[in-house]
């Protein structure tokens, strides 16, 4: 404690109240300290910082210190940090990228975010696609291609699968006929009568011969399904088609996949393809 007079002794300075007396002692010296540290450590901070609020800014203090410049310094740390592995990403050809485990794993993370961001609304955060809309990601099943180099190309590019509307085309029972071949396929019961009448009405010219797909054109003898297993929306992709001009064909599946060519660098893009494959099992 601090040395202080006895009460007695000290003067006061004329207020008393009920025989309390408020005395002139100087207040304790660790009190004094504290005090005056304070007011210099106020005034240094408001030379160093923006403190003074003006009308349209505030003032700028000594050191031009901004959140703004700190955030951007941070980011340009982290960047140098990643320089080295984004030229290496690039430089990599596909198959060393996908087998060195630490490049891998750069990859996959930092495409995590980007995933996020740009891929996540449609696709869904874990990939799994939307049925009737948005194609799974995370199995090893695929419209165009699950390589890496197919994988970059759906991303840069953009995809649009088309299939015509048949309605015009082919008669009630002929669609009819089809619809049956197809639900009867994707459950092993395909018919030699069914698969010869698919490829007549040619069907065979996208989805192949054997109905397996490939180039944009589903598998249809699997239990996958891009818009629905029923025999109304398999009716409905038959009668209507995919990407069809919608003031035309207004029952038409919408299928667009846009293009990030110049949206994400080349690096980001083949980061988030390297974490497509491997949502898709990494085959
Ligand atoms: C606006 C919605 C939308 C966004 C955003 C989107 N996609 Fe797609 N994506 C689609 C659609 C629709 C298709 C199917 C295209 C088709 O059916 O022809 C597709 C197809 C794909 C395919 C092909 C799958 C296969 O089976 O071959 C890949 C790979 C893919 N997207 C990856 C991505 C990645 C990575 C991103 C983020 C950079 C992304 N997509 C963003 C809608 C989207
Ligand atoms: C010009 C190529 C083309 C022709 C011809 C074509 N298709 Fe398709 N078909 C596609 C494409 C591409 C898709 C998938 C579109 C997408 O996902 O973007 C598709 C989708 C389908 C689907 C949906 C499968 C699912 O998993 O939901 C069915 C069913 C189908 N086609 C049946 C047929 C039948 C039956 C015929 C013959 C009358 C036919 N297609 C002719 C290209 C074609």
Same mark, same amino acid.
């Given at each position: 404690?601090?040395?202080?007079n006895k009460?007695q002794q000290v003067p @006061?300075t004329g207020?008393e109240?009920?025989?309390?007396r408020?005395?002139?002692?100087p ?10 540290a304070?007011w210099i =450590? %106020?005034?240094?901070?408001?030379i160093l910082?923006?403190s ?8 700028k203090?000594l050191?031009?210190w901004?959140?703004i410049?700190e955030f951007?310094?941070?980011?340009a740390?982290n960047? $140098?940090?990643?320089?080295?592995y984004l030229?290496k990403?690039?430089e ?7 087998a060195?485990p630490a490049m891998?794993? =750069?990859?996959e993370?930092s $495409?995590?975010?980007?995933?996020g ?5 449609c696709h869904?955060a874990?990939g799994?696609?939307?049925l009737g809309?948005?194609?799974n990601l995370?199995d090893?099943?695929?419209l165009?291609?699950?390589?890496l180099d197919?994988?970059i190309?759906?991303i ?6 088309s299939?015509p $509307?048949h309605?015009?085309?082919? #008669?009630?029972?002929g669609?009819?006929?089809?619809? @049956? ?6 459950q ?7 698969? $010869? ?6 069907c065979?010219? %996208?989805?192949g011969?054997?109905?397996a797909?490939? #180039?944009g ?5 699997d ?10 929306e398999?009716?409905r992709?038959?009668r209507?088609?995919?990407n069809? @001009?919608?003031?035309?064909v ?5 299928a ?9 660098s080349?690096?980001s ?9 491997q949502?898709g099992?990494?085959?």
């Amino acid at each position: 404690m601090a040395k202080q007079n006895k009460p007695q002794q000290v003067p @006061d300075t004329g207020y008393e109240w009920d025989g309390i007396r408020e005395l002139t002692n100087p207040p304790p010296r660790w009190w004094m300290i504290s005090f005056h540290a304070s007011w210099i =450590f %106020c005034v240094i901070y408001f030379i160093l910082y923006p403190s003074i609020p003006l009308i349209h800014d505030s003032n700028k203090g000594l050191l031009g210190w901004t959140q703004i410049k700190e955030f951007k310094e941070a980011v340009a740390e982290n960047d $140098a940090i990643k320089a080295p592995y984004l030229k290496k990403i690039a430089e990599m050809d596909n198959q060393a990228l996908l087998a060195d485990p630490a490049m891998r794993n =750069f990859a996959e993370s930092s $495409a995590k975010a980007i995933f996020g961001d740009f891929c996540a609304g449609c696709h869904g955060a874990g990939g799994q696609g939307a049925l009737g809309l948005f194609p799974n990601l995370s199995d090893d099943n695929w419209l165009y291609g699950g390589d890496l180099d197919t994988i970059i190309e759906t991303i840069t590019d953009g995809r649009e699968g088309s299939m015509p $509307a048949h309605i015009e085309m082919i #008669d009630e029972a002929g669609i009819n006929t089809l619809t @049956d071949f197809v639900i009867a396929s994707s459950q092993g019961k395909a018919t030699p009568e069914g698969l $010869a009448y698919f490829n007549e009405a040619g069907c065979a010219d %996208c989805h192949g011969e054997n109905a397996a797909g490939g #180039d944009g054109a589903p598998n249809l003898t699997d239990t996958i399904w891009r818009f629905g297993s029923s025999r109304d929306e398999v009716l409905r992709t038959i009668r209507y088609g995919v990407n069809e @001009d919608p003031e035309d064909v207004p029952q038409t599946r919408i299928a667009k996949m846009p293009a990030f060519e110049g949206k994400l660098s080349p690096e980001s893009i083949k980061m988030l393809a390297v974490k497509v494959h491997q949502l898709g099992g990494g085959k």
